[in-house]
């Protein structure tokens, strides 16, 4: 069964001290692992799609990388307003759904 | 512009009722689904939508739960009889984006 999981639960950083979470999963065939952010009460932003192992892709102060096995998303200098939970999801080449992780919960203090 | 917009954005009802949630995506995409997040918990797969077609559903999509694509743009999910275990926040999702969602909460 696909499982996705996410560490730490809950992390938080002062501004500009970076730091990297982690996106373990299992699945049968990987189509795309992805990234969201998600702010309390809304729906899940897009940030990042990796396809195979190696590849890594980057957006302001984000860099999501991906091996066979995991999946992290680099922090560098991070600022107040990256307080949000990030999300890791898979979606395996069997179906279409996407199979997501309980999250991490950033909080960055000024 | 979003990709994807959801109405209403927060819908209170009766338990027993029946409620529509609506969205409309962007056209150009090829998948749709419904996810939907309890409180506290995981983003959970409800369905996903091709060709105007049920594709794949979850276990959690059972006789309560249909979809509807009626006018080739809105893009409908019905909950008949509601219960108070359907309140969550509903997402609908075209491609890998997704909307702002529906909190539901059934009274």
């Known amino acids: 069964e696909d499982q996705v999981t996410q560490s730490p639960e809950a992390l938080r950083l002062q501004e500009g001290e970076s730091s990297s979470l982690n996106c373990s999963y299992t699945?049968?065939?990987?189509?795309?692992l992805f990234w969201y952010r998600q702010d309390p009460g809304k729906g899940p932003e897009f940030l990042f799609t990796?396809?195979?192992a190696g590849e890594e892709k980057e957006k302001e102060r984000l860099k999501a990388t991906l091996t066979k096995k995991e999946s992290f998303l680099h922090i560098t200098a991070p600022k107040p307003e990256d307080s949000a939970t990030y999300l890791c999801?898979?979606?395996?080449?069997?179906?279409?759904?996407?199979?997501f992780g309980a999250g991490t919960r950033l909080t960055v203090k000024p | 512009e979003p990709e994807v917009t959801q109405t209403p954005s927060h819908q209170v009802t009766q338990m027993g009722q029946e409620v529509i949630l609506r969205c409309v995506p962007i056209?150009?995409?090829?998948?749709f689904y419904w996810y939907r997040q309890i409180l506290g918990q995981k983003v959970e797969f409800l369905v996903s939508?091709?060709?105007?077609?049920?594709?794949?559903k979850s276990e959690i999509f059972d006789d309560q739960f249909s979809v509807e694509r009626p006018d080739g743009s809105n893009f409908t999910l019905k909950i008949r009889s509601t219960k108070l275990e359907d309140s969550a926040m509903y997402f609908c999702?075209?491609?890998?984006?997704f909307g702002q969602g529906t909190r539901l909460t059934v009274v």
């Open positions: 999801a898979v979606q395996a080449w069997s179906n279409n759904d996407m199979r």
């Open positions: 699945v049968s065939g990987l189509r795309g």
């Open positions: 990796l396809y195979s």
């Open positions: 056209s150009n995409h090829l998948y």
């Open positions: 939508f091709y060709n105007n077609e049920i594709s794949e």
């Open positions: 999702a075209a491609g890998a984006f």
